[in-house]
């Protein structure tokens, strides 16, 4: 579950070391798996997950104190998602991460069934260790290759499918290609719906991966976009007739259908944050 937020002002860390370091990170976890070094650390009552050495991109975060908290902005616009279309009860992510997204789920939306593939076991036991995640009741979790997986689901059997995976830099680079995301459309359902988390602190590969969608998809995903962080959420409606909401105001009409508030999230306010295409991207 990456996330980019913006950065700190200079003088925080300053002031951290001028007093003492009250803010000082305490590392919970390190180690390596064969896919990531991993670090989970806790810090100022957060504790978040970090893929990479050195990383500064988290991958989880959670409040220790309130873990159903909203430390992070983007899983509120990926839920916007079940408000855009009726079909929204099968449910494939790709990406675990600690499992934030997964627990709400469980808690709150036990109507709808949602598989998780995350490729890296070690992940996936750090998140129950340090993040309470215990697959179960409505969400399954599998230990794969998200392309793999992908592959191998029948044509035409998800209703949605989030695309949430990151390995410490950015989006794996075969989970970010014009192929998977062809395949990716494969096996939706007709009328089914893409979700994918971007990251604009990558342009080029931000910029492709919303031209390929365009081009597959056959218009323009609406796109939501973070207020606090660098995250894009883009939602792509797999039909040719029919179109998901496309103003702001027809995005709140939708989640009036469907339901005002996930956990931490206002989907009302979150349906606020969809935006224009990103004046930066190619013509298409």
């Known amino acids: 579950m990456p996330h980019h937020e913006k950065k700190e002002p200079f003088f925080k860390p300053l002031w951290d070391v ?61 839920f916007l998602g079940l408000a855009l279309t009726p079909k929204n009860k099968n449910i494939l992510m790709l990406g675990l991460g600690g499992g934030f997204i997964p627990n709400l789920f469980q808690k709150f939306l036990p109507d709808h069934n949602l598989t998780v593939v995350e490729v890296d076991p070690v992940v996936a036991e750090l998140a129950g260790t340090y993040f309470g995640f215990k697959p179960g009741g409505n969400v399954k979790l599998e230990i794969c290759d998200g392309l793999e997986y992908v592959a191998r689901s029948p044509d035409g059997h998800w209703d949605q499918i989030w695309l949430d995976a990151f390995n410490g830099n950015y989006i794996p680079e075969h989970l ?39 081009d597959l998809f056959g218009r323009m995903p609406l796109l939501f976009l973070g207020a606090r962080c660098a995250n894009t959420v883009a939602a792509s409606l797999n039909s040719e007739d029919l179109e998901p909401p496309s103003d702001v105001e027809s995005v709140r009409e939708a989640v009036r259908a469907y339901r005002l508030a996930i956990g931490p999230y206002d989907l009302l306010e979150e349906a606020g944050k969809l935006g224009k295409r990103p004046s930066h991207l190619l013509p298409f």
């Open 176 to 214: 970010a290609t014009r192929e998977f995301l062809a395949l990716v459309k494969l096996k939706l359902q007709e009328e089914g719906l893409a979700m994918q988390n971007l990251h604009q602190t990558a342009w080029a590969s931000y910029n492709d991966q919303l031209i390929n969608t365009t």
């Open 18 to 78: 001028i007093t003492g370091g009250a803010q000082r990170k305490k590392v919970l976890y390190q180690g390596d798996s064969r896919l990531h070094h991993i670090t989970v650390s806790e810090e100022g009552g957060t504790r978040t997950l970090y893929l990479g050495t050195g990383s500064r991109e988290a991958e989880t975060s959670i409040s220790v104190e309130d873990p159903d908290d909203s430390v992070f902005e983007y899983p509120g616009l990926m």
